[in-house]
């Protein structure tokens, strides 16, 4: 059973940082691509940043380019999103999710629905 869990979310302020992890487990493959999302308060899900599966391209938000950086570690099945310069705005609960796809298919921020299993999420909160 795919596993995801997420950690790092805390309370920070504006202009600060915080690295979240995404820890994989259940499965034995070795090529997923991951994404991060994010869910403010009344707003929808949205696409934050992945990294592909074959390849580690990266793909991020327009609102997030420049402050946050996506990683990975194959051996340890974990993902990473390092978000620097944080913003009010960026105040959110933060999920990560898997896209178990075959093969060298670039990854995807503009839908949910391509990602297979998701993690229970870790809140994250900027204050001004």
């Known amino acids: 059973q795919v596993r995801l869990v997420e950690s790092g979310g805390g309370l920070v302020q504006v202009g600060g940082s915080l690295r979240l992890s995404c820890a994989v487990s259940g499965f034995t493959l070795d090529y997923y691509a991951i994404g991060w999302f994010r869910q403010a308060p009344g707003k929808e899900r949205e696409g934050v940043s992945c990294?592909?599966?074959?390849?580690?391209?990266?793909y991020y938000a327009d609102s997030v380019k420049g402050r946050f950086t996506i990683s990975r570690d194959r051996v340890k099945h974990m993902g990473y999103l390092q978000m620097n310069s944080l913003k009010p705005e960026d105040t959110a609960d933060y999920f990560c999710?898997?896209?178990?796809?075959?093969?060298?298919?670039?990854?995807?921020?503009?839908?949910?629905?391509?990602?297979?299993?998701w993690g229970q999420g870790t809140q994250v909160t900027v204050s001004s």
């Open positions: 999710a898997v896209d178990l796809a075959p093969g060298p298919v670039p990854c995807s921020i503009s839908s949910e629905y391509t990602y297979d299993n």
């Open positions: 990294i592909s599966s074959s390849d580690d391209t990266t």
